[in-house]
Each structure stands twice: as C-alpha cells, then as structure tokens.
C-alpha cells in the first residue's frame, strides 16, 4: 500500500505564489507518472500538470506558464510551483501517481491524495 500526502495549500492573494509538495510513503517500489489534479466546487477533477520519472512534462492549457511541475525520484516527492495564481485557480489539488506493485508479472496501481485547498482570493 502506497500513501500520499499533498502539502503547501493556503489563502493568497491574485498575483501570488505558493508551492505544493506530495510526499509518497509506504510500499514504494517505483513510481512512474506522477501528476496533479485539481478540482473547484461543482466541477469534475481536472489535470493540472504530468511528469514522468525521466521528468518530461505535460500542462493543461489553463496554466499558461504559471506552473512547475518537479519530481525527486529519491525522496519520492513530487512539487507544483505555482506563480501569478488567479481567483479561478482556487480548488482542492490532488496528487497522483502510478506506482509499481509487482515486477514480475509487470503490474501497477493508481493512487490518490486526501487533496490540499488552494484559495486565491483578494
């Protein structure tokens, strides 16, 4: 069993900034793509940014540039740096990551955060 554990989430003003951070901790065998979610009231979850275990890296277009997904494969941590945040960015953010469960046979298991809350508001 794999556990993760979203941190970093607060109240900022539009223009800010604030950095989250996901630590995976338990049976970790191996991770591969990690990403971040997010979802606002009364709308679905949606992909924020993904980055696999050689650090390529994928953006919704919402993001604009504002957004740095990063990973540490050693400390199984992954970081979202956000910059210039905007009211509509407020939102609970999910980590998720596929990790490794068996070698041989090959299988993987998906995983979720319990979410942080980003709040942009003046």
């Known amino acids: 069993q794999v556990q993760l554990a979203e941190s970093g989430g607060g109240l900022v003003q539009p223009g800010e900034s604030l950095r989250l951070s996901c630590a995976a901790s338990g049976s970790v065998l191996r991770i591969n793509d990690m990403g971040w979610f997010r979802q606002a009231p009364g709308k679905e979850r949606e992909l924020v940014a993904l980055?696999?275990?050689?650090?390529?890296?994928n953006y919704a277009d919402f993001v604009e540039g504002r957004f740095t997904i990063s990973r540490d494969n050693a400390k199984n941590m992954m970081y979202l740096q956000m910059n210039s945040l905007k009211p509509e960015d407020t939102a609970v953010y999910y980590c998720?990551?596929?990790?490794?469960?068996?070698?041989?046979?090959?299988?993987?298991?998906?995983?979720w955060g319990q979410g942080t809350q980003v709040t942009v508001s003046s």
């Open positions: 980055i696999t275990r050689d650090g390529g890296t």
């Open positions: 998720n990551a596929e990790t490794v469960v068996h070698f041989v046979p090959y299988s993987t298991r998906t995983y």
